[in-house]
Each structure stands twice: as structure tokens, then as C-alpha cells.
């Protein structure tokens, strides 16, 4: 399953998070797998798209990062799965 990340980094200030990056990595558990990110202009937010079959990965890595940046998590699919799931229907 995909989901779709959307971090607000906390106060605005990307500095924790990338320190923390930068010294920690990711700090994904096994089994959740990064796809891609995306960072805004004003780098005060952070979208990412993550994989995994369990979502309590999710909640595990998001745990770890929660002092530093608020989460918004939507699972989504792709185009091509949105565009054949609604192929029956039209």
C-alpha cells in the first residue's frame, strides 16, 4: 500500500528534522520502504510517499519523528490503479 506523507514541520523550522536526519537517517523500520519526497519552496513542509504492507510501520516510524513534525497520512494509489479501478464505472 502507498501513502502519502505530508509533514508540517514544527514552528516552520526544518532545522531538527534534517539534524536528526543527518545524524539518524531515516529511521524507517524494516519493511517500510521510502518511494519519493518533495519539499516545499519555504522548506516548512514535506511531502513523502512511503510503502508498506503494515500500517503500523507508519505509526512506528512516525512516532520517532513527532517532536519535530506533524503528520498528515493518506493512503493513495496510483493514476494508472485509479484509472482501472474507475474504467468499469464510466
Known amino acids: ?20 536526519f ?3 537517517g531515516r529511521l524507517a523500520p524494516e519493511g517500510l520502504k521510502y518511494v519519493a519526497s518533495w519539499v516545499t519552496t519555504d ?12 500500517p503500523a510501520l ?3 516510524w512516525m512516532a520517532q519523528w513527532r517532536d519535530v513534525t506533524d503528520f498528515e497520512c493518506i493512503p493513495v494509489v496510483t493514476s494508472a490503479e485509479a484509472a482501472r ?3 468499469p464505472k464510466l
Open 85 to 87: 479501478a474507475m474504467a
Open 43 to 54: 522548506i516548512r513542509h514535506c511531502y513523502q510517499v512511503m510503502e508498506c504492507d503494515d
Open 22 to 24: 543527518r545524524d539518524k
Open 1 to 20: 500500500m502507498l501513502y502519502m506523507i505530508v509533514e508540517h514541520f514544527r514552528d516552520g523550522d526544518a532545522r531538527p528534522v534534517y539534524r536528526r
Open 58 to 60: 507508519l505509526e512506528q
